[in-house]
């Protein structure tokens, strides 16, 4: 059983936070009267046309934005033709060839999920069956959504659910979705396989009809152990789409792929290809940066003193260079200290993520003091020496050897009888003198603690 | 009957008033020529009581059937929109209120518009005028119908691949297929989206000028309409005679040989005006009709799929979803509708797109291409408008190939996006015969204008007399 190894892929669908739909003025709303938010566009009435939505447009940019993809300034919107009572047109207009971004990127627990593509597409309606009777309510008709794929990088249930709330995340903190799966925003359809040669893929199955994120891991690892049981007796898993019951918490197969239906796709001929400027995906692009009290919140969750968190996010420059020196060390409180401390004092230089990481991984293994490492900033400032460079030139490393040391506190309880007198009586407080006084002998070299630690043993002695 | 400008300046005397002009149009409305699915008299009659002042002041216009005006029901011809009440107005219906045109009814057409003939529509046959046992032409036969026999001055009808030039060759009419996106087509039921214009068809080129500039315009709710500046298209007696007129070889193959002497008593009277003519070749004219039949068909098999009984129109019930469907549009449409929904619905499929639709949409640029290039030696293109006058009625109704055979001449034009005009050259017989002017994109203007030329000097200037005037 263990040697399978499941391959899994994600679409998902999810609306776009706009205040009208995606090809005519109706208001989009959740928990209206049925069929209030209707006009002949979205009704489909003959002689119809759309128009197309600039924000879901701009929405769509900056969730291709978000997800690190390629903003095509050309895509075409098409036509997928099937017939269903709550689809008004008897078309979806959607995007097929050229959707409006691509190739992307997301890390999640620290793996790189590829987005293959994000694309526009109107909604359709909702049917509601009763007893006697079906009942459409086409308020959702032409709401605006994006279709969300990735690649096939997700390697366990686990990591399907991790990916997707990440993506949530994502796309409400940016404002392009509420994304709340309860009120049909945020729809996941995962494609699975399983196989157990390595590079090759086996017959993949969609699971859909997704509520909640239990239902995603529920029904990905039923749908495992489903596709493990039939190929494990020797059976061919058929391409198919497959239903989760939240009840029985098993999939089942719901339609083979034989039955499926063939779209016909086709440009759209009532809406021209959309053009996008590239200043405008420019300006799109700084809109997405966080604002200085979302950056504050997140540093607080990462460890940091509200008020340090403050200090670093209300700047650009530097909040940019804690960002990436966190990348490179993962000490946020150790590196907001310094940022706040030291680097602000010199009126935010340039300096190297890098180094700056560097010097403060130096302080804090103990081959610099603080005292040092403070010296070590102000130079990389000054010369743009690399801190081990500067630490050689000065010679700034720490003598944290005990022996060394030992010598120097001799020294100076030889030097002070008095204050030792004292030491000896009780007056602990006359520690903090002696480091001091070894300290300056040793021209800030010296590990205070250890000095610290030495004198405290010594006093008995002597 | 009159132009729109002489009407307009009789009215200011009161003799007739637009009351008076729109009874005798509704007296002229014959049952027997069936031009007319539905007239709106009461509608016209409360247009004329807002006395709005515009350049179509008090002036009767037909619209085909295919043009939603609201709260008049739009048939399209089709059994399957039985009762259905469109809520809006298209936005050339507007347009033409504004300027104080009243409509006198919806004309008869082929279903959603497929067709040459006027005959298939669910609501019987049209007959031309001039004579009663021949087509009028269509799709928009009804529209030509109404103003030859002058039950309206003007009309509207739309031209996917001939549907308002060849209905005004038959029945001796100006009919103009504006270049795509000049006007709105918002309202209009879609046939081929990218094909589809809404046309005029008037007794002169003067009237489908003043209509064009009523009609024509940006509109946000089409958005492949265009924002390029409008032309005062009613204006059209300045005309430079160093024009170079193209007659392309391609056009004058498989025509009538009275066609081609009529369309050279044409060109003969404009070189006597001191108009050049240069004989011109479009090869891939041969291509023109298999290329429109794919992309009309494709486009209409998914346009057509709204009409499914759920929210209007005809509804017979089955055992399911799918079976209501299947049941409400097999008897909705008619057998050449579903012909070409059937073809249309192929040539889109997985295992069909790449050979038919896919190569028909290269085609179609060639097309595109190559009268873009013709229209660097010349200033227009001049051919017949149809290879044969009018022909019986019955006589093509079992035959899709003959029954396309005029659009060779006509739907190149739609294919490629630009405008063109069809005007009377003369009779044949009993019957009128038309021939076509093809500009560049947005030369509406200049076509019209040759067409205004020719109505001065052609030598049969005022034949259309017998059957036009009171």
């Known amino acids: ?462 | 009957m009159k132009t729109i400008i002489e009407y307009q300046k009789l009215f200011k005397k009161g003799e007739p008033t637009p009351s008076d002009l729109l009874s005798s149009c509704l007296k002229k409305i014959n049952p027997s020529l069936n031009a007319y699915i539905t007239v709106t008299e009461e509608l016209a009659r409360k247009g004329l009581e807002k006395d709005i002042k515009g350049k179509l002041n008090g002036i009767p216009v037909a619209i085909k059937d295919n043009i939603n005006i609201k709260g008049v029901p739009t048939t399209c011809a089709s059994n399957v929109l039985k009762g259905f009440i469109p809520p809006f107005s298209a936005t050339v219906i507007e347009r033409i209120e504004k300027n104080g045109g009243v409509f006198i009814g919806k004309t008869n057409l082929d279903e959603f518009g497929m067709g040459s003939s006027t005959e298939r529509s669910f609501y019987g046959p049209t007959r031309n005028p001039y004579d009663r046992a021949k087509v009028p032409g269509g799709s928009s036969g009804g529209s030509a119908v109404a103003v030859a026999s002058g039950s309206a001055v003007i009309s509207l009808g739309s031209d996917t691949g001939g549907s308002v030039r060849q209905p005004a060759s038959y029945c001796g009419l100006v009919g103009l297929k504006p270049t795509y996106g000049r006007v709105s087509r918002y309202g209009l039921v879609a046939f081929a989206s990218s094909l589809d214009q809404i046309g005029i068809i008037g007794r002169n080129a003067e009237d489908v000028g003043i209509m064009l500039e009523v009609i024509a315009g940006y509109d946000p709710k089409d958005s492949t309409s265009s924002k390029k500046e409008l032309e005062d298209y009613g204006n059209l007696n300045k005309i430079s005679k160093n024009i170079k007129i193209g007659l392309p070889e391609e056009y004058f193959e498989q025509i009538d040989d009275e066609v081609y002497s009529s369309v050279m008593e044409i060109k003969k009277a404009l070189e006597k005006e001191g108009i050049s003519f240069k004989s011109v070749s479009l090869p891939t004219t041969d291509y023109i009709i298999p290329t429109y039949q794919v992309i009309s068909y494709a486009e209409a098999s998914s346009n057509l799929a709204r009409y499914d009984g759920v929210r209007y129109g005809l509804r017979r019930n089955g055992e399911n979803f799918h079976d209501t469907i299947r049941k409400s549009r097999d008897e909705g449409f008619l057998p050449e509708v579903k012909r070409r929904i059937l073809v249309g619905t192929f040539v889109l499929s997985s295992e069909a797109i790449a050979e038919y639709y896919e190569r028909a949409d290269l085609i179609r640029r060639l097309i595109t291409q190559e009268f873009n290039e013709v229209f660097k030696e010349v200033d227009y293109l001049m051919t017949p408008a149809t290879p044969t006058p009018a022909f019986p009625i019955g006589d093509r109704t079992d035959d899709p190939i003959r029954m396309h055979l005029s659009d060779r001449m006509t739907a190149g034009v739609n294919l490629a996006g630009i405008p063109a005009v069809v005007a009377p050259a003369g009779m044949i017989g009993k019957l009128p015969i038309g021939y076509q002017i093809i500009g560049k994109p947005f030369e509406e203007k200049g076509i019209l204008s040759v067409v205004r030329l020719v109505e001065k000097i052609a030598p049969f200037k005022g034949f259309l007399k017998e059957v036009h005037d009171d």
Not at chain 1, 317 to 343: C, G
Not at chain 1, 353 to 362: C, D, G, K, Q
Request: net charge neutral; charged share 30%.
């Open chain 1, 1 to 462: 059983m263990t040697d399978y190894k499941p391959t899994i892929g994600i679409e998902v669908h999810s609306q776009l936070k706009t205040a009208t739909k995606l090809f005519c003025g109706c208001p989009v709303s959740f928990g209206v009267d049925a069929n209030t938010n209707v006009c002949s566009v979205c009704l489909g009435l003959p002689g119809v046309l759309p128009s197309l939505n600039k924000k879901a447009v701009e929405l769509a940019i900056k969730a291709g934005l978000a997800l690190n993809c390629e903003i095509h300034t050309k895509s075409i919107f098409a036509r997928k033709n099937y017939f269903y009572p709550d689809l008004p047109k008897g078309y979806q207009i959607t995007q097929y060839r050229f959707p409006i971004a691509t190739s992307g990127e997301i890390l999640v627990e620290g793996k790189k999920i590829r987005i293959k593509r994000v694309h526009l597409e109107e909604e359709s309606a909702k049917s509601m069956h009763e007893k006697d009777c079906s009942l459409i309510d086409y308020n959702r008709s032409g709401v605006p959504l994006i279709e969300i794929v990735t690649e096939p990088d997700i390697d366990s249930p686990e990591m399907a659910v991790a990916y997707l709330k990440k993506l949530q995340k994502i796309l409400q903190s940016t404002g392009i979705s509420g994304a709340v799966m309860a009120k049909g925003e945020f729809r996941c359809e995962p494609n699975i396989s399983v196989s157990k040669e390595k590079g090759k893929l086996g017959t993949r199955t969609e699971v859909k009809n997704l509520n909640s994120f239990r239902a995603v891991k529920n029904s990905l690892t039923s749908e495992i152990k489903r596709q493990i049981g039939i190929l494990e007796k020797g059976g061919i898993v058929e391409q198919a789409t497959i239903h989760y019951s939240e009840k029985t918490e098993k999939t089942r197969v719901a339609r083979l792929k034989e039955e499926a239906s063939d779209y016909r796709y086709f440009p759209e001929p009532d809406l021209p290809p959309l053009l996008i400027d590239e200043n405008r995906i420019r300006e799109i692009e700084k809109g997405l940066e966080e604002l200085p009290e979302e950056k504050t919140e997140r540093y607080i969750e990462l460890g940091l003193l509200g008020e340090d968190a403050i200090t670093i996010s209300n700047s650009k420059k530097t909040s940019k260079l804690f960002e990436e020196t966190l990348k490179i060390l993962n000490e946020p409180a150790e590196i907001s200290k310094w940022l706040v401390r030291d680097y602000r004092s010199l009126n935010e230089p340039d300096i190297s993520a890098e180094h700056l990481a560097e010097m403060i991984e130096m302080v804090l293994k103990g081959k610099i003091s603080r005292n040092a490492g403070a010296e070590v900033l102000a130079e990389m400032v000054k010369t743009k020496k690399t801190p081990e460079q500067i630490v050689r030139q000065r010679n700034l490393s720490q003598i944290s050897d005990s022996s060394a040391l030992e010598q120097v506190v001799r020294e100076v309880f030889e030097e002070n009888p008095e204050e030792l007198a004292r030491l000896k009586a009780g007056e602990n407080k006359l520690i903090g003198f002696f480091v001091g006084e070894v300290m300056k002998k040793t021209s800030g070299k010296a590990d205070p603690k250890e000095v610290s630690r030495i004198v405290s043993e010594y006093e008995k002695k002597y």
